[in-house]
């Protein structure tokens, strides 16, 4: 499995791709929304991926801009948003821009890791793969 996250936090990435790897997850990063839509839409093996984790609140393009452009690119992929801002409004918002799941800033690596398996999960049983 591939992940790309999506943050200007590099704290955040870091800690996400740390976890991510000790599951032996593959993990690319993004600091916006420009980039994560760049390396979501380039051609190659190396640059598919599974599953993609991004923030709400970034600078300039937001998270919510990220899920509307890989579902332009890519409109199966699963996306997990993050946000530390989970409201009702949040997550109203999330479902209309079509977001699988989302998670909570801040959250354990177990929390993670049960948010990206219950995503690729949900996936997998909707498209019968």
Known sequence: MKILIVDDDAIVVQSCIRILELEGIKASSAGSVEMGAKLLSAEGASASFDLILTDVKMPGQDGFEMIRQ?????????????????????MEKGCCYAADNYIAK?????????AVRKTTLRQKGETGK
């Open 70 to 90: 890989a579902r332009e690119i890519q409109p199966a992929i699963p996306i997990i948003m993050m946000t530390g801002y989970l409201t009702t409004r949040t």
């Open 106 to 114: 801040p959250f354990t690596p177990d929390e993670l890791i049960d």
